[in-house]
C-alpha cells in the first residue's frame, strides 16, 4: 500500500490553527503514479502492464514527484490532463 502523510490546515472555533495529518490513499498515489507514468491509452495495458507502470513511476519519481508532473501536466495541457485522469480513474476502477 502507497501512503504519504500531509499536513492539513484546520480550523479550531476558539484557538490557533493546528496541523493535522492527512492520508494519500493508496488508489490516489495509484492514480498519480500511472498519470505520471509513460503508458498510453493505445497501448491497451492490462492490470500486470498497470501495476507495473505504477511500481516503476513510483520508484523513479517518488510520490512527491508524481503529484508535480500532474500538477504540472493541469497546468499546461488542463483539457488534456483531465482526459488523461479520467483514463487513469477507469483503469484503476
Given at each position: 500500500?502507497?501512503?504519504?502523510?500531509?499536513l492539513?490546515?484546520?480550523?479550531?472555533?476558539?484557538?490557533?490553527?493546528?496541523?493535522?495529518?492527512?492520508?494519500?490513499?493508496?488508489?490516489?498515489?495509484?492514480?498519480?503514479?500511472?498519470?505520471?507514468?509513460?503508458?498510453?491509452?493505445?497501448?491497451?495495458?492490462?492490470?500486470?502492464?498497470?501495476?507495473?507502470?505504477?511500481?516503476?513511476?513510483?520508484q523513479?519519481?517518488?510520490?512527491?514527484?508524481?503529484?508535480?508532473?500532474?500538477?504540472?501536466?493541469?497546468?499546461?495541457?488542463?483539457?488534456?490532463?483531465?482526459?488523461?485522469?479520467?483514463?487513469?480513474?477507469?483503469?484503476?476502477?
Open positions: 500500500m502507497i501512503t504519504t502523510a500531509f492539513v490546515h484546520t480550523a479550531a472555533a476558539a484557538g490557533p490553527r493546528k496541523l493535522t495529518p492527512a492520508q494519500l490513499t493508496a488508489d490516489d498515489a495509484g492514480c498519480r503514479a500511472l498519470f505520471a507514468s509513460g503508458l498510453q491509452r493505445s497501448d491497451a495495458p492490462d492490470a500486470d502492464v498497470v501495476a507495473e507502470a505504477i511500481r516503476v513511476t513510483v523513479q519519481l517518488g510520490t512527491d514527484g508524481c503529484a508535480g508532473r500532474m500538477a504540472q501536466e493541469f497546468g499546461d495541457h488542463p483539457e488534456a490532463a483531465a482526459a488523461r485522469m479520467r483514463w487513469v480513474r477507469l483503469l484503476l476502477t
